[in-house]
């Protein structure tokens, strides 16, 4: 059994659907829960053991918020969750949408993470990151600016887990596919049937949970996975092992 007694894990999206598995998978394991999110996001379950709310794309109050995060003592796991998208494709991609999506999704997790380093690397013990990256950063699906925050933030992960092997930290990363949260609302309101076709594409013929990939954070970020540094694990049911569409075609 995976256990957590006493450490400290920081989570960002704490809020989310995924977000919201990961307290409570972590919080189940023993851990004292960190919890982040953006202000107005309800982190208001019993066991999550500490607050902190701010926005990741507020480049200059990230440094001040890894302090008030520190204050309260160095988290050796931090699991960076927080995401977001709406340019879903080229055509409708903005300049500003860039900016943004680059932001919230790479920039301000990799500058979190940059300024809890140097804290981190003086903890003793195991101590780990483990990025909830996408199957976007490893093929195209759409949303072209997500995709690419999520493929820059696979590089960030590696960089992290050589530079960082030294001092004993990991680094790691799961790849979910579609996840059934809020973040698909606005697509079903438009057209109700859109997940019933998505889980035709997929080998499992269904999506994953957010349970499923709160597991496979769990067990990355656990002393089970002592060897394991610099992967990204892809929690998808089958999507990017090969094209299903594609041998159903060619029958």
């Known amino acids: 059994m995976i256990d957590f007694q006493k450490t400290r894990v920081l989570i960002t999206g704490a809020g989310g659907g995924v977000g919201r598995s990961l307290t409570a998978a972590f919080a189940s394991a023993g851990a004292l829960v960190v919890a982040c999110d953006l202000p107005d996001v309800d982190l208001s379950e019993s066991h999550i053991k500490e607050r902190h709310y701010f926005d990741l794309r507020q480049r200059n109050d990230i440094e001040e918020h890894a302090q008030a995060i520190l204050s309260g003592g160095v988290p050796q796991i931090v699991v960076s969750n927080a995401g977001w998208t709406r340019e879903e494709n ?68 590696r960089a992290i887990a050589v530079e960082e092997a030294p001092n004993g930290i990991r680094a790691n990363a799961v790849a979910p596919a579609s996840i059934r949260t809020e973040a698909w609302d606005h697509r079903l309101k438009k057209d109700p049937k859109v997940l019933d076709r998505l889980k035709a594409i997929y080998p499992m013929g269904r999506l994953v949970s957010t349970q499923e990939v709160a597991n496979a954070v769990l067990f990355l970020a656990s002393s089970t996975a002592s060897g394991i540094t610099g992967i990204t694990m892809n929690v998808d049911a089958g999507l990017t092992a090969g094209n299903l569409p594609f041998l159903e075609a060619i029958k």
């Not at 979190?112 to 990256?133: I, N, Q």
């Not at 949303?143 to 690419?148: E, L």
């Open 90 to 157: 080229l055509a409708t991609t903005t300049g500003s949408g860039i900016l943004d999506e680059m932001d919230i999704n790479f920039t301000g997790p990799a500058l979190l993470a940059h300024a809890l380093l140097p804290a981190m690397r003086t903890f003793s013990g195991d101590k780990a990151f483990v990025f909830v990256a996408s199957c976007n950063a490893l093929s195209h699906f759409g949303n072209p600016a997500y995709s690419a925050a999520k493929a820059a933030t696979l590089a960030w992960m």
